[in-house]
């Protein structure tokens, strides 16, 4: 008799759509394409991607196109709001409440540094916050992540790239790793991350539960992320874990 | 013993066909371009301040090239001020492990100057080393040395444009633009500049090591083809195995993907005419 294997869900936490500067480079204009993240996504084995929109002014507009895409492919990608905590201060809840309740979308990526108004938005509808801090010239990562850490403990942290896009500065991904190791509800996401080997650092020395599946395409190859997944040659437990039930979890879907 | 009368016609034909194909696959194996990595760090640094002024174990790069399917890397030092001791223990690696990595010199061409031709010209005929990594711009004592031994020089440069210059007036000596212009993708218009200057000039390569933001490699191969780009990992601090996998899972035709795995640095590996001792 044949036996049944399940293939564990693969779902990327960090995907990109709609139009808007990228994150790494307010000076480049994008309109993600969409049809090449799926279809990237797909040859990659990868089941569903959870997106955002890319850098804007601000988020009320950028918030609906995701929307709108997601219910187009319901089933294949899961919306992830995006916000600016300055620059829409005062309006946080009133927008996200609307974003997730009827919306549809569970996250929040915070553009620019998490304020309580974002925190408290975030802790009353459970959704987790992913947030990517540019430090400045010298300032370490966990002078970003301490204080929102501690603060909230119950609001789940999605640090992306492993603390640090392209592995531009390595110390940034050990600081990431101490975050980690630090803090419950900080999490770290695999996309981006230009130096391998501190992913291998980050599935030997964290808890499989603290790692998160992503590819942050079509800025990326999800075909390439795909494999650096792969290529930590996890145990299938801890596999399916990184690879899609953490995020699942922290999303309540 | 089955006498030749004993043997069927199908079992004589499926026995000529098995021969034939024996022959086809030693001859595929005979033809088979090795995959080399052109781009990759080793040997130990005195510093410690970084990864890259500490150690790359050749041990740990060989245990991913062969992981990759690498038939051969080649290896330079990794940081240091001067580079007569480091060239020295890149040959020593060559050495200790046959036929896996092709030496390359690493020199500063400012803190070292004066010094440069005696010490490269010995590199390659006494040591075997065939290629140059320079990070620091060229001065005409480099690169008259390295047009008279044929060699190789892998350039990471501090910007693309300072390439223009030097392509221009040594139209004999083959560089190569480590990371396609910009290491780790830190700036993507760098990686425009880089193709912009293999467009324009016949002896410019570009080294695919360490670019992140892949769509750039997907450009080139558009913009100049697969034989001006050169597969590189910049191991080990970046893994083979991703990089080599960025090529693959473009799915080009045979010929192409070969030249870039390693028909191209062959190519300007074979123009050497440094003379050996």
Request: proline share 6%.
């Amino acid at each position: 008799m044949k036996k049944e294997t399940r293939q564990p869900l693969v779902i990327d936490c960090h995907a990109l759509v709609g139009a808007g500067r990228t994150w790494a480079d307010p000076e480049r204009e994008v309109d993600y394409d969409l049809n090449l993240l799926l279809e990237r996504g797909a040859e990659a084995g990868i089941d569903r991607h959870c997106v955002m929109p890319p850098r804007n002014h601000t988020y009320t507009e950028a918030n609906r196109q995701v929307a709108r895409i997601c219910e187009k492919h319901a089933g294949k990608l899961i919306g992830l709001a995006a916000h600016s905590p300055q620059r829409e201060a005062g309006r946080l809840r009133q927008m996200l409440v609307e974003e997730v309740r009827s919306m549809g979308l569970r996250g929040v990526r915070s553009d620019g540094h998490p304020t309580r108004e974002l925190l408290d938005a975030a802790l009353e509808l459970g959704i987790p916050v992913l947030y990517y801090p540019k430090p400045d010239r010298g300032q370490p990562l966990g002078r970003y992540y301490h204080m929102p850490a501690t603060a909230y403990p119950k609001v789940n942290c999605i640090l992306p790239h492993l603390g640090q896009f392209r592995s531009l500065s390595w110390p940034a991904h050990m600081e990431a790793l101490d975050l980690a190791r630090r803090y419950s509800n900080v999490y770290v996401d695999t996309s981006g991350v230009g130096s391998f080997k501190y992913l291998e650092m980050a599935a030997r020395e964290l808890p499989p539960e603290r790692i998160l599946f992503g590819t942050c395409a079509p800025e990326l190859d999800p075909r390439v992320e795909k494999h650096a997944l792969e290529l930590l040659k996890l145990p299938p437990d801890r596999y399916a874990k990184v690879a899609g039930l953490n995020i699942l979890r922290l999303l309540g879907v | 013993m089955k006498s030749a009368e004993a043997y069927s016609r199908r079992e004589l034909l499926i026995g000529a066909g098995l021969a034939a194909a024996a022959t086809a696959g030693r001859a595929e194996q005979a033809h088979r371009i090795s995959v080399i990595d052109c781009h990759t760090h080793a040997g130990t640094g005195t510093t410690l301040t970084d990864p890259w002024t500490t150690i790359a174990d050749p041990q740990e790069i060989l245990r991913r090239n062969k992981e990759a399917g690498i038939d051969k890397a080649c290896i330079f030092p990794i940081s240091h001020d001067t580079f007569e001791e480091a060239n020295r223990e890149i040959a020593q690696i060559v050495k200790r492990y046959p036929g896996r990595f092709i030496g390359f010199a690493k020199h500063d061409p400012v803190n070292e100057r004066g010094r440069i031709r005696a010490m490269l010209l010995d590199e390659c005929r006494e040591l075997g080393l065939r290629g140059l990594k320079l990070h620091v711009k060229p001065t005409p004592e480099v690169l008259d040395t390295v047009a008279e031994l044929g060699i190789p020089v892998l350039w990471h440069p501090g910007r693309v444009a300072m390439f223009d210059d030097i392509a221009k007036a040594y139209p004999t000596v083959d560089l190569i633009l480590a990371h396609l212009g910009s290491d780790l993708s830190s700036d993507w218009r760098e990686h425009l500049a880089g193709i912009e200057m293999a467009r324009r000039y016949p002896n410019v390569y570009l080294d695919t090591g360490a670019t992140v933001l892949t769509r750039y490699l997907e450009q080139a191969l558009q913009e100049v083809g697969p034989e001006k780009i050169i597969f590189g990992s910049d191991e080990p601090e970046v893994d083979c195995r991703l990089e080599i996998f960025k090529i693959r899972v473009l799915k080009l035709p045979k010929q192409q993907e070969e030249m870039i795995l390693g028909g191209n640095i062959q190519r300007l590996l074979g123009k050497y005419k440094g003379g050996a001792s």
